[in-house]
């Protein structure tokens, strides 16, 4: 569902080109969990960013499903995210103008794909059915994060892009959350590419992939099997 070919990045610095990915290839099949781990400024945003077509590699190929996301520019890079592609990022990204029932259904109604049997389930599921109607600034992190889910899963993405979705809550409500992602990608029967720092999360999901000095490492992800 999800392939990464030889993807490579550099960003211009001060002191010249600093390579922050340099051939990386992975792939997530439909169905399938990898959760992405290395140390801090080991790549793992500038993968997800890339992967989501929010920026462009200097080398590479991303596909998703049987459309390349690479070589497209910014408006058709947006559009087969929008099409395709779930995200839920650290930070809600919610918009704060809408309440919790518009910002469930933002993407799939961008994308005119709203489902409302789905949507509902959904809600019912996330335990967001009491706060359809309230604003983003009235949530707690942990039920803003399941809106954040609700609002990637509502359109059933082919692929789930997570950049340390629990990162910014506290271990209880973290758990939940992971559980309540993992099920509805389950459900979905989409891919999830995960950024994580924490291995009690990585270890939830079926496969790991570690990144350092801008490959894959084999040998530290033979230590975290
Ligand atoms: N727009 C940018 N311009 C220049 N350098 C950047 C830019 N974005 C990221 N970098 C650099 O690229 C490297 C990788 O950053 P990235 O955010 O992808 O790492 P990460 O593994 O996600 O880190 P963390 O776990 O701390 O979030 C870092 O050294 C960072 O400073």
Not at 11 to 22: H, W
Not at 117 to 136: I, M
Not at 178 to 201: D, I, K, N, P, W
Request: net charge negative.
């Amino acid at each position: 569902m999800l392939r990464v070919e030889t993807l490579s990045k550099s960003y211009a610095t001060p002191q010249g080109p600093a390579t922050v990915l340099d051939g990386v290839s992975l792939e997530v099949g439909a169905g399938r969990t990898l959760a992405l781990m290395g140390e801090s400024g080991s790549g793992k945003s500038t993968l997800l960013h890339l992967v989501a077509g929010l920026d462009a590699p200097d080398e590479g190929r991303v596909f998703v499903g049987d459309a390349e996301m690479t070589g497209r520019d910014d408006a058709g890079r947006a559009a087969l995210r929008r099409e395709r592609v779930g995200l839920v990022f650290q930070q809600f990204n919610l918009v704060a103008s809408l309440t919790v029932a518009d910002n469930l259904a933002f993407q799939a109604r961008l994308a005119g794909r709203e489902d409302g049997v789905w949507t509902a389930r959904l809600t019912e599921r996330l335990g967001l059915a009491a706060l359809t109607g309230r604003y983003p600034e009235q949530l707690s992190g942990g039920q803003q994060q399941r809106v954040a889910i609700g609002r990637a899963l509502a359109l059933r993405p082919a692929l789930v892009l997570a950049d340390e979705p629990t990162g910014a809550l506290d271990e209880t409500t973290a758990e939940t959350v992971m559980t309540l992602m993992l099920e509805l990608v389950a459900e979905t029967g989409c891919a999830l590419l995960m950024a994580t720092h924490s291995a009690r999360c990585a270890a939830r999901l079926g496969e790991r992939l570690v990144l350092r000095g801008g490959r894959v490492d084999a040998a530290a992800m033979r230590a975290a099997e």
